[in-house]
């Protein structure tokens, strides 16, 4: 259109720009860097300013805390990503935790306990990707439902009993640390993880369909994206890593009992929206939500070693993801008015176009890197 | 527009960081507060008390004990504790001591194996472990602060309730959690000794009601429906007691069916009163509290270590000794009956 007649008057010599904007804003003027920067901040202050949080022992503590949530936002930023939203991961993480210890109390070798414990993680999130992709159903239903039947199972199988027989070599494998550094070992698995998931998110093709389904299903569906299918996988992978979870926790705490994890799956949730998702799909980076899991992490602990009680720590962990979700729906209303304020004029060659739209990401940008072009034109 | 985005980025910053001032002033607010942080081992008199679960009158009682005794050395009093008997939950409470680096914990443990590794990072960290009320392993505390002998409060409540339901019939037994060593070790002992003393007695089942009020005022009602012959509950948990005598006595079994245990003057005088409850046993919690504070206090002064032999004074109770395993006994469970229970207060 108007680049269609500027391109017919003078054929050669123009060059346009990739992007609308200098790399060092799109990658750094966004929600992430912000998670990010906030996450240095509350580690710097609570390291100079809470009495007994700036030693190593804090870090050590800190990260075995935080691993089984950060486990589980992995694969939920990615559901979240396509819109969907997974519900009974915590649940899933709950009846690991009680068929491990079911298991091993019954003179399964551990090993063989927990391998049961990851098939029935991942046929628990077969259950519900089967149910969204083809019975249709919305998932939010769907893991209400199976966040109840599983934690059902649960706690029938076990009862208020805690199983805490475990091999002394798996517990302490959980607790142990690396050499003589005070970072745990179990941080090596998650480590791995969070690569594999940011591969998989941000630099596969897969990845790439995600974010479409979550911008817009039919279109995706249309180009050639296999949307049943990959929600069929993502379900899956989350039933999986939530009784990889589960495992680790009951490990950890030496404990496996029916009400292992319960309400983990919001603090999941609220770790991932803090860490710049949209909950309406198609925006969502992964080093904002390991951020954002961090954040919660370190803010939780610094307030519980400076003696404050849980209850002032969860409100103070709810008004920050409703200021951080409020802010993110702020910012993106005035990016739509700046971009339909700059359509106004029409036909003339001050807009440059761009190859990237909102939603399809390369590597670290997000779409808060949209820019001054117009859409539509 | 660029002022727009700008003052967009500005108001987001502004309302992010409020939220850390928020935070920032409750820390600098109870930074002073009770839970002694700063310097550990010996001098640091700084001790806390982590019971089963808070809300629960038998440890407030005990913890009001423990203040009194701390007061008397001007040592800091504090305690946590999670709102639910799970072993999970007093994991992290002893994690974030160990932070802290207070002086000493004591902990009524709600499983004997389950804490064990989160205790052996505190003593490694210089904190001292005294368990009090329901033990751990041995090897993962310093001290344990026994209410009584294990046989003997098994004893006890096995002859209250033989001699209330005349020698024969069937009991059930209501504990607290399924976990909890305590309880555990007493309802292993009752059984041995109803097998060698009272052969005519049948023990039927042993429910467990969390030491949640509700929960053990419902598994009361559900044994009296599941067995209609039960002539006699024992309940060795103060929460069992009390809820299963509220609803005994608003029942038809009030009188028929005898209820004996361990259970407080205060919660249970309007029982024995009524005729609900004949007799029952305990010992003083707000005694074992204050001991408990003393033997922490010995162990933080090096006055003791937890070997056998080692002895050191506990206030107005006077000298105690350690005994085998590390053990520190109270004294003898004592039995109310509505004789005598006017006379206490706790």
């Known amino acids: 259109m108007a680049t269609a007649t500027t391109t017919a008057t003078t054929p050669s010599a123009r060059r346009y720009a990739d992007h609308g904007r200098p790399a060092w804003r799109r990658v750094l003027l966004t929600q992430e860097t912000a998670v990010v920067a906030m996450l240095v901040l509350v580690a710097l202050v609570a390291a100079s300013s809470v009495p007994g949080f700036g030693q190593p022992l804090t870090l050590t503590y800190l990260l075995l805390d935080v691993t089984p949530i950060l486990l589980i936002a992995l694969p939920m930023t990615l559901i979240i990503v396509t819109g969907e939203i997974d519900l009974s991961v915590a649940s899933v993480v709950g009846l690991a935790s009680v068929l491990t210890g079911v298991l091993t109390q019954a003179g399964v070798p551990f090993e ?66 690396i ?45 050639g994206v296999r949307v049943e299918r990959s929600k069929l996988v993502l379900f899956v992978l989350a039933g999986l890593v939530s009784a990889l979870a589960g495992i680790y926790y009951t490990l950890r705490y030496g404990s496996a009992r029916g009400d292992n994890a319960t309400g983990m799956e919001l603090q999941v949730i609220a770790a991932v929206l803090l860490g710049g998702v949209s909950i309406f799909g198609g925006r969502g980076a992964l ?16 307030l519980r070693v400076a003696g404050i009680t849980s209850d002032v720590i969860n409100i103070l962990t709810g008004a920050l993801l409703v200021l951080s979700v409020v802010l993110s729906a702020a910012l993106a209303r005035t990016r739509t008015r700046r971009r339909a304020h700059a359509a106004a004029p029409p036909g003339t060659p001050t807009s440059t176009p761009t190859s990237d739209t909102a939603g399809t990401s390369t590597g670290t940008s997000t779409d808060t890197s949209t820019d001054t072009s117009t859409d539509g034109a | 527009m660029k002022s727009l985005a700008a003052r967009s980025s500005a108001f987001a910053a502004l309302a992010l960081s409020l939220t850390l001032v928020a935070s920032a002033c409750t820390v600098e607010g109870s930074g002073g507060g009770e839970t002694g942080g700063g310097a ?18 038998y440890f407030d009682t005990s913890s009001s004990g423990a203040e009194e005794a701390i007061g008397e050395f001007d040592g800091t009093f504090a305690e946590v504790g999670p709102t639910e008997a799970t072993p999970d939950a007093q994991v992290s409470y002893i994690n974030t001591l160990t932070q802290q680096g207070v002086g000493a914990i004591a902990v009524s443990a709600n499983d004997p ?14 904190v001292k472990v005294v368990t009090f009320d329901s033990d751990t392993n041995p090897e993962c505390r310093d001290v344990f602060v026994n209410q009584a002998d294990a046989e003997g409060i098994a004893k006890v409540q096995v002859d209250l309730v033989a001699e209330q339901i ?17 309880q555990n070790a007493w309802i292993e002992l009752m059984e041995e000794y109803l097998a060698s003393d009272y052969p005519d007695i049948t023990l039927v089942e042993t429910v467990y009601g969390d030491d949640d009020d509700q929960t053990s005022f419902d598994k009361t009602a559900a044994l009296l429906q599941t067995h209609p012959d039960l002539k006699g509950i024992v309940s060795p948990t103060t929460v069992g007691i009390a809820a299963a005598a509220r609803y005994l006595s608003t029942s038809e079994h ?93």
């Open chain 1, 112 to 177: 063989l306990a927990a391998a049961v414990a990851l098939l029935a993680g991942a046929a628990g999130g077969a259950l519900n990707g089967f149910l969204v992709t083809v019975v249709g159903l919305p998932s939010l239903a769907v893991t209400i439902g199976t966040l109840a039947l599983f934690r059902g199972l649960a706690v029938g199988l076990l009862g208020t009993t805690a199983v805490t027989d475990f091999p002394e070599r798996w517990t302490d494998l959980a607790k142990s640390r």
């Open chain 2, 40 to 57: 550990e081992g010996s001098g640091d008199l700084s001790i806390t008390f982590l019971p089963k679960n808070l809300g629960n009158p």
């Open chain 2, 166 to 182: 005349g020698g024969a019939g069937e009991i059930a037994v209501l504990s607290a959690s399924a976990n909890a060593t305590n």
């Open chain 2, 254 to 346: 009030q009188g028929a069916v005898a209820l004996t245990g361990l259970g407080t003057p205060n919660q249970m005088r309007e029982y024995v009163e009524d005729g609900t409850v004949t007799a029952f046993a305990l010992w003083n919690p707000a005694d074992l509290g204050y001991l408990t504070a003393f033997t922490a206090k010995a162990l933080i002064e090096g006055e003791i270590t937890g070997e056998e032999g080692d002895s050191f004074e506990a206030g107005r109770l006077g000298a105690y000794e350690v005994g085998p395993d590390g053990v520190v006994l109270l004294g003898d469970p004592f039995v109310f009956d509505a004789d005598n229970i006017g006379d206490f207060d706790f």
């Open chain 1, 179 to 223: 050499g003589v550094s005070n970072v745990p070992t179990v941080t090596v698995l998650v480590v791995v993880l969070v690569l594999a998931f940011a591969v998989l998110l941000h630099f596969t093709r897969f990845g790439r369909g995600l974010y479409a389904i979550g911008l817009a299903k039919d279109a995706a569906r249309f180009s």
């Open chain 2, 113 to 126: 194996k389950a804490i064990c590794g989160a205790l052996d990072e505190a003593r490694e960290a210089g």
């Open chain 1, 287 to 302: 080093h904002g939500v390991v951020a954002g899991v961090l954040l919660i992490g370190v803010l939780a602990s610094a």
